[in-house]
């Protein structure tokens, strides 16, 4: 055998080994993405305390019988939800309903753990085995990866507990931001990771954290959490006119009387849904006029680059535009599921950008000659 056809063989499995690693990461990014949906039709349609029970294997299993959903339905009876607002109103149909869609929401998250770790096992070997060398640094990112959505298992369990208060009719805002912000960090944490498989270490270095791309990430992860407070304390179901609130740019009742300043913007529904507003403008704003810098710097800019960036721009006003039409139908449930995916899609748009943009920190192919390191190092924090 000569040794081209030996080293293009060699090429070949590494190039299928790649291709079956990114299969798996950003598969399970797109399974996360579902998730992310079916949790916030959950939430929609009342259903999140339709189980009241937790049982990583027995809650495999839908109930088989009518005497279990008959038991089901009357542990359902003891929270403050089925008391304060379905008493004699919601019957076992009506109760089947909203269980199927925590049940699906449950399966879902054990079909993510063990998809993923499916994947890690079976890379783990092919690695052990010598047949794929590569990517030595997935590994450790690839166990805390699992340990993450481990962890949003139980916080999941933590949030949905906290609505078997009788005296709540819901979860807590606080918990829902929680479970919620972990779902989008282990969704961004898998793109990340594929990226850098796919462009190389630059792309999801935490070294190059500081540069512009990185921040347009944090402002929308962080109008991301006012969203979550205003879904959990369903605020989209107050004021629902844009752009003002109540005819006025800040309503009376942005601080009530009934709680501390500190937990004002957490509590209060008004509150929320105005920072959300102001979270939101603010984030959408930068996003556009870096979208914009971005494209325009024809200089050192790479197609992939212009292209990620293009997408973050219309992302970013199809999401802005959603939220608005959300609000002002009152969060029907398809607009507010939609939005719910808007907001990651629009999360997964930038981390991608920011990986190109990082590959082009030492990838410098686009450059012209003349351009000097100093220059380019300057153009490269666009
Ligand atoms: C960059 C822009 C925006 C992002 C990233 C974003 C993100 C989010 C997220 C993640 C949620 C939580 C969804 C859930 O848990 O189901 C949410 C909820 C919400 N957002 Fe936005 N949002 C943006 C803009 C807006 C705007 C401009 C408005 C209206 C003025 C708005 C109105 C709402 C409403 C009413 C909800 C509650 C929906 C529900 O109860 O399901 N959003 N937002």
Redesign the pocket.
Known sequence: MSTTTASSRNHGAQQAGLSSILLWLWGSAALVFAMAII??VT??TESGLSIMEWNVFAGTFPPLSQGEWVRLFEVYKLTGEYQKQHLGALDMAGFKQIFWWEYIHRLWGRLIGMAFLIGLIVFSVVRLRGGWSAHKWLMPHAIVGFLLICFQGFLGWYMVSSGFDTDLVDVSAYR?AAH?GLAVVIFIYFIGLGARVRLGETAFSFRALWNLPSLLVVL?FL??LS??F???L???LVYNE?PTMGGALVPADYQTAALPWYRNPFENPTAA?LH??LF??L??VV?IVAAIAIIRANTSTSPAVRRWAWAALIV?IA??VL??V??LYA?PIPL??A??G??LT?LATLTLLRAHKNETLTAPVQRPAAMTVAQSRITSQI
Do not use: E, W
């Open positions: 949790g916030a939430r929609l829902l919620l929308i109008t991301l969203g979550a205003v879904a959990g369903n605020a989209g844009f849904q959300h507003r939101a403008s984030a959408a996003v970013v999401q802005y939220g608005v959300t609000l969060v507010g599921a939005h719910q808007g907001a629009l």
